[in-house]
């Protein structure tokens, strides 16, 4: 029987059941197809690498991607997203949004932004920190300087609560090394503070994907542990301010206005940018407003407005 053969029918079986979000339990997943041996014992197994006939194909191939998986509680979370293989070069549509809506969106960002006003120490400055240390050392690779950035990405990702619930908890901040590499190198240099005209483009909304698999397995490869949808944009907009951070409030916001799926994928990354751009207007305007001290990008001023509105319109009060 061929490898990817021996895979097919869990294929089948996410393609039928085709929620958003699908937890197994590995005894689950086992009455579908046998996990190999050693997906049990390692965290890269559970990689999203796109390589032919593997056991990621069996998911990659239905349009999900691994977003979490725990070895030691033994099981697995598939969230929705289109492989690579299926990717297309269509024009999306531009969702239409009530006019008041968008004030709202407009208000919501305008707001985060203002919140600094008031308190010089805010955690929202962390992201200003952060992404201006990366902007200003992203070509200088030597030990001190990564050293530097890892202090600055660690900082910002607990200040936006991302140690908790997370394998970060339990490192220390060089574990952000390999990651810090990978997001430095010049082979990724097209995708600082990307414009919002170029996140509507399929060449770069794949590259931001590709980008955030690279990240993901920098953390697979030191055996940290498998970072989230969340966590991955969370760093990306942070570091080359790329794309906005798909947060559980800011997914909500998308759930509530409808402008884009709320699944970190291409099609998800291109309807925000074609969003902006049919708001050009009134967006840059706010993106100028914003950019007093540093610059903000396209992806943050969308982050900004979707994250506040999903927050002001959610029934939780925990902060993110």
Not at 182 to 190: G, K, L, M, Q, R
Not at 205 to 223: C, F, G, M
Not at 275 to 297: D, G, I, K, N
């Amino acid at each position: 029987m061929a490898i990817g053969d021996k895979y097919a029918s869990l294929t089948s079986w996410l393609q039928r059941c085709g929620q958003e979000s699908i937890h197994l339990s590995f005894r689950e997943l086992n009455t579908i197809i046998e996990i190999p041996d050693c997906a049990y014992r390692n965290r890269p197994s559970w990689a999203n690498l796109t390589k032919p006939s593997s056991f990621s194909s069996a998911w990659l191939n239905a349009g999900y991607i691994v977003s979490a998986v725990n070895l030691n509680e033994q099981w697995v979370e598939f969230t929705h997203g289109q492989p690579k293989s299926q990717h297309s070069n269509r024009v999306l549509s531009i969702k239409a949004i009530n006019s008041n809506v968008f004030a709202a969106l407009l208000r919501c960002g305008r707001s985060c932004y203002d919140a600094i006003a008031s308190d010089p120490n805010h955690r929202y400055l962390s992201w200003e920190h952060c992404h201006e240390a990366f902007r200003q050392h992203r070509q200088t690779h030597d030990e001190k300087s990564v050293d530097y950035l890892c202090l600055h990405l660690a900082w910002y990702l607990a200040s936006w609560g991302m140690l908790r619930n997370s394998f970060l908890m339990q490192k220390a901040y060089k574990v952000h090394t390999k990651a810090v590499e990978v997001i430095c190198s010049p082979e990724w240099s097209d995708l600082w503070d990307v414009s919002a005209n170029k996140m509507a483009d399929v060449r770069y909304a794949r590259r931001i994907i590709e980008l955030s698999e690279k990240v993901r397995a920098a953390y697979i490869d030191v055996n940290a542990g498998m970072p989230t949808g969340t966590l991955l944009t969370k760093i990306l907009l942070g570091t080359l301010g790329c794309v906005p951070a798909y947060d559980r409030f800011f997914r909500h916001a998308l759930s509530l206005t409808g402008i884009a799926a709320q699944s970190f994928t291409e099609a998800s990354i291109m309807a925000l940018g074609k969003f902006y751009m049919s708001h050009e207007t009134a967006f840059e305007t706010l993106r100028q407003y914003c950019s007093e001290r540093v610059e903000y990008p396209a992806a943050k001023i969308i982050d900004m407005c979707f994250f506040e509105y999903g927050f002001q319109n959610s029934e939780e009060t925990a902060d993110e």
